[in-house]
């Protein structure tokens, strides 16, 4: 546009440059802004509230801060740039072809007439007039002149032709309402499109569409290798961007146009494309541009920002992309990385084999991913009622599902960080895949499990549903306020219903059942732990016994849903059959007092034998069934019930919380996980089998083990019997009322036994070992004794016995290695055999000393009895609290014979106490106790018959060498042969000790004969 007057007209003209420009013009003043010049202040044209006349601006080049323009100017911008736009209020004329005006600009009650150039977003056109034939506005325009005249062509609403405009010269009054984007092309041939998702707002009724001839196509084809670049391109042009080269901001690319953007070459900020196909192949397309309609191609380079709208399509095959925001468009990612996308009002996106690091889901928009995909974060957010489904792929943050929102996981993992929550308000459904994180469900939610994995803790705490009835949920389950129902699937851990939640069981495996509110179970399995009021409890099925054993009133159950409130004594243990066939065995201590409800429901056919391997896997086999498990084994919480056989063989498996009542079970070269349980007589048969943690026999239970290993914390109660031969046990085995048999088996520490029998032949017992048995019998092995070993019935043939031990019983010890202990309260021990290094004794026991090698023995407390009559005794008490008796022969006191024994059964007290006390013992063993009862007053001393020494002459290295030696008797200790520690000689024995022949240390002899010939005394 050439400037209104000439210079005639003006008394003041300035020309930039090289003249200085004012910030404010007066009246009768033209400015020509040109190239070079560069004014880093606004320029106002007139001023605000002053009667002005006779102003132009006329912005042909250069650069400038901002223009003003006020009454009585005129502003022509042909080019140039200003930085902070234009503000016209009440101008003569705004004429705008060429240049641009940046953001924002604003023309209240002026007359605007754009024909080419650009003017920038957040612009305000409001009062005034406005004529639009050429050039571009930015997007967020606010456009509400008084009179808009629109010319050009090919005028559409939502990408449809407004019909009525045909010729030159037709006019129509266009309607802003209810519109997504409203495009046409320019007089100048420049595409336009204006749409509330940019924020554009058109006010209603004041906009007339004119058709105009309209500038043909000059150039089909441009390529761009610098910043001179036209500012569209429209049907039939194809535009490329080479390197170096760059499309200014608010770039226009209207239907049917192509734009190539190729390696180093730009598109600027704010670049429209309405159903044009954009190719981005290593270049780049800055921020914020907008797509209505048409294709977007991404194989290599990157993207900025881009909306898209009106069906677009959006294919991202490579590069780094800054992200998408999509209405009513599509999405397809298959390569390179997105940083965020958003979806809204039924726009889809597809990502696999890409990076993602957010995806937001708006309105009905739809996301899936596939294999191979990886994102961090998906959103799905208020008030929406889109879909999140995930093929594959993984999620490494979490997925957070909104009021009215659903996800569908049908495969892939979603596994964020160990702290992570996936908060759901919408609705959950799993197929398939794997969820690793903690679920928190709210607001009327709801969790479908057809299958899938979830790994953390799942929690409704707000009214909601929880529907599973395939795969699996391994964390706890905690709900209130919701309803739960089950018909396939396993909670592996444990299910935890408050009061004002329901669960309907139908089918499925639960781990640990703990409820409060009501409950009904007509079919799957439930593992060992099951807990909660009676009396909101429900069990659907037949043949329910208390123990084993029918119920009294149960004949009445004959009918579909007859029912029976019974009450149950404790301890007991009610078991039966579910309606699904699946059997059940309940430990009563679980319930509380309150009666439980049983309702009939008949048994349903099923097949006898079952092989897993076949694909029968059912939760539990009932009376008459007999099922292999074999490779690949079976899953947790399986049910053995009454008069059912449960084969595991080689390859097969159970897993945990398996339970058995009244049945069979035969492992070979198997394993069954953690939390076995057999109750009710139930037999188990173990050749080489594996146990986890926790196994438990329980009222009459059997289980009998060769060759296998055994988990930690075991509990053998109630009559129940625990046989285990070459095998190992575990830290923690705890029998009470129970019988336990070790032969040649290893339990790690901690045996507590309290009541039944106990019987070890070989065995190793680790430490802490406590015993409180009714009877205790052991052969041979190891025992690290915590604190005591009690039993009605004591008897032990050999062994170790460890660490300070505490004996009160009744029996006999015929062997051993004891170390150091106490015989306490009324015990009743004969020792026939063993080695002990000290042994006290107290209270009101009493102790018989037959055989057996004692170092010391010591005693507190009145009224305990000692008795010695064999073996070897170092030294006994300087004390006259114990009622001490020898039994022998040949005794003599301080060197002199004792009178007054002459038949047997005679008995001597030696009172006062005496330095020497030497003699035999009735096992024919001699003894010499020297100063050992100085402080007593009283022992008594009685004549016992005393078998003749069986073997006059003994060769060490041949005869077994007893503890002592007497009379004639001659002990040769010949080459390679060994005497023990503490020989006894008696008087008139002989020991000749030959080279290489070694006796050990404290050898005691009186009046005897020693014959060293070469070898060693200790």
């Known amino acids: 546009m050439s400037p209104t007057c000439v210079c005639g007209q003006f008394e003041t003209i300035i020309n930039a440059p090289p003249d200085v420009v004012p910030d404010v013009l007066t009246s009768n003043t033209q400015l020509t802004i040109s190239d070079g010049a560069f004014v880093l202040y606004r320029v106002s044209a007139g001023q605000v509230d002053v009667l002005s006349e006779n102003i132009e601006v006329n912005l042909t080049g250069g650069w400038v801060s901002g223009i003003g323009a006020f009454s009585g100017s005129t502003l022509n911008v042909t080019g140039g740039y200003s930085l902070n736009g234009a503000y016209a209020n009440g101008a003569t004329a705004v004429n705008v072809s060429g240049g641009r005006l940046d953001d924002p600009s604003s023309f209240v009650n002026t007359s605007l007439t754009m024909s080419g150039g650009v003017i920038a977003h957040n612009s305000r056109i409001v009062g005034g007039t406005l004529v639009f034939e050429g050039g571009a506005f930015g997007e967020k325009l606010t456009l509400a002149a008084d009179n808009t005249t629109i010319r050009g062509g090919a005028f559409r609403i939502d990408g449809q032709l407004i019909s009525g405009l045909q010729n030159v010269g037709d006019t129509q009054l266009f309607t802003a309402a209810d519109y997504t984007i409203f495009s046409g092309i320019l007089a100048d041939g420049t595409p336009f499109a204006f749409s509330p998702l940019v924020q554009d707002y058109l006010a209603d009724g004041a906009i007339t569409l004119e058709i105009a001839e309209i500038a043909p196509v000059t150039v089909d084809h441009y390529t761009v290798a610098s910043a001179d670049a036209p500012i569209s391109i429209r049907a039939g042009q194809t535009l490329d961007v080479v390197s170096g080269g760059s499309l200014g901001r608010y770039f226009q690319a209207g239907p049917g146009s192509q734009l190539n953007v190729a390696a180093g070459g730009t598109i600027g900020r704010y670049a429209e494309m309405v159903d044009a196909t954009v190719q981005v192949v290593g270049g780049t397309i800055e921020g914020d541009a907008f797509m209505y309609g048409g294709e977007l191609i991404c194989r290599s380079g990157g993207v900025e920002q881009v909306s898209a709208s009106n069906g677009a399509t959006i294919h991202v095959l490579g590069g780094q992309s800054g992200g998408f925001s999509l209405r ?20 889809t996106a597809e990502v696999t084999a890409a990076q993602v690091n957010g995806i937001s889901i708006y309105g009905t928009g739809r996301a899936t991913l596939n294999e191979d995909a990886t994102v961090a974060n998906v959103r799905m957010n208020p008030r929406s009622s889109g879909l999140f489904v995930m093929n594959g792929g993984k999620i490494t943050n979490t997925v957070f599902i909104n009021e009215g929102s659903k996800a569908i996981i049908n495969g892939g993992v979603i596994e964020g960080p160990p702290t992570a929550t996936m908060d759901i308000y919408g609705d959950l459904e799993m197929n398939g895949g794997e969820v690793a994180n903690r679920l928190n469900f709210s607001l009327n939610s709801t969790l479908t499990m057809n299958g899938g994995r979830i790994g953390g803790v799942v929690n409704i705490l707000t009214p909601g549903t929880i529907r599973i009835r395939g795969g699996s949920i391994e964390g706890d389950v905690y709900a209130s306020r919701s309803a739960v129902e089950i018909s396939g699937g396993e909670i592996g851990a444990k299910l935890q219903l408050a009061a004002d939640t329901s669960l309907n069981m139908t089918g499925g495996k639960i781990t640990e059942l703990r409820y409060d509110g009501p409950t009904r179970i007509a079919g799957g399995a439930i593992g060992y732990g099951f807990a909660g009021s009676a009396k909101n409890m429900t069990l659907v099925g037949s043949d329910f016994r208390v123990d084993g054993e029918p119920i009294e009133g149960i004949e009445g159950l004959v009918q579909l849903g007859d029912t029976l409130n019974l009450e149950i004594p404790s301890p007991a243990v009610l078991s039966g059959i579910y309606a699904d066939g699946t059997p059940f065995a309940i430990q009563k201590q679980l319930w509380g007092s309150d009666p439980i409800k049983l309702e009939f429901a008949p048994l349903a056919p099923a097949a006898d034998a079952l092989v897993v391997s076949q694909g029968d896997r059912p939760y539990g086999v009932h009376e008459g069934q007999h099922i292999v498990v074999d490779a690949p084994g079976i899953g947790n919480s399986f049910q053995a019930g009454r008069g059912s056989t449960v084969s595991v063989v080689e390859g097969g498996e159970i897993g945990r919380a398996m339970t058995a009542a009244s049945a069979r079970v035969d492992i070979a070269n198997a394993t069954i996980g953690a939390d076995f349980t057999a109750l009710l007589g139930t037999y188990v048969s173990v050749h080489n089998g594996v146990f986890g943690d926790r196994l438990q026999l329980a009222s009459g239970s059997q289980l009998e083990m060769t060759t296998g290993t055994i988990g930690n914390n075991v509990v053998a109660s109630g009559s129940s019997r625990l046989t285990v031969h070459d095998g190992t046990i575990g830290t923690y085995l705890r029998v009470t009322d129970a019988e336990l048999l070790l032969s040649d088996t290893t339990v790690g520490s901690n045996l507590n036994v309290t009541g039944g029998d106990v019987t070890f032949i070989g065995a190793s017992i680790g430490p802490d070992a406590s015993i409180a048995a009714d009877s205790f019998t052991m052969a041979s092995g190891s025992l690290d004794i915590r604190t005591k070993i009690y039993a009605s019935h004591l008897e032990v043939h050999g062994g170790t016995i460890a660490n300070q031990y505490v004996v009160n019983a009744h029996g006999t010890i015929a062997g051993g290695n004891w170390g150091s202990g106490s015989i306490v309260g009324q015990s009743d021990i004969t020792i026939t055999g063993g080695e002990f290094d000290s042994l006290f004794v107290r209270d009101t026991s009493q102790l018989t000393i037959a055989g057996g090698k004692i170092v010391q023995v010591l005693a507190t407390l009145p009224n305990t009895s000692l008795t010695i009559e064999g073996g070897f005794i170092k030294s006994i008490p300087k004390s006259n609290s114990v009622h001490a008796v020898l039994r022998g022969n040949n005794f003599y006191g301080s060197g002199q014979r004792i009178e ?38 009283t022992v008594i001393l009685e004549l016992a018959d005393v078998p003749p020494a069986p073997i006059r002459r003994l060769t060490a290295s041949v005869d077994p060498v007893p503890l002592g030696i007497r009379g004639d008797q001659v002990v040769v200790v010949d080459r390679g042969a060994t005497v023990d520690n503490d020989f006894q000689m008696g008087a008139g024995s002989t020991l000749q000790v030959e080279s290489g022949g070694q006796v050990g240390d404290d050898l005691e002899a009186a009046d005897a004969t020693i014959i060293l010939q070469g070898g060693s005394i200790g």
Do not use: K, M, W
């Not at 009513?328 to 726009?347: E, I, K, N, W, Y």
């Not at 005679?906 to 050992?932: H, K, M, N, W």
């Open 900 to 937: 007054g024994l002459n038949q047997v059964g005679d008995r001597v007290e030696l009172i006062g106490g005496a330095s020497q006390l030497s003699g035999v013992l009735r096992d024919g063993t001699p003894f010499y106790f020297f100063d050992d009862l100085v402080n007593r007053d």
């Open 328 to 347: 009513d468009s599509s999405l397809h990612v298959s390569g390179g990385s997105v940083d965020t996308f958003s979806l809204s009002d039924a726009a």
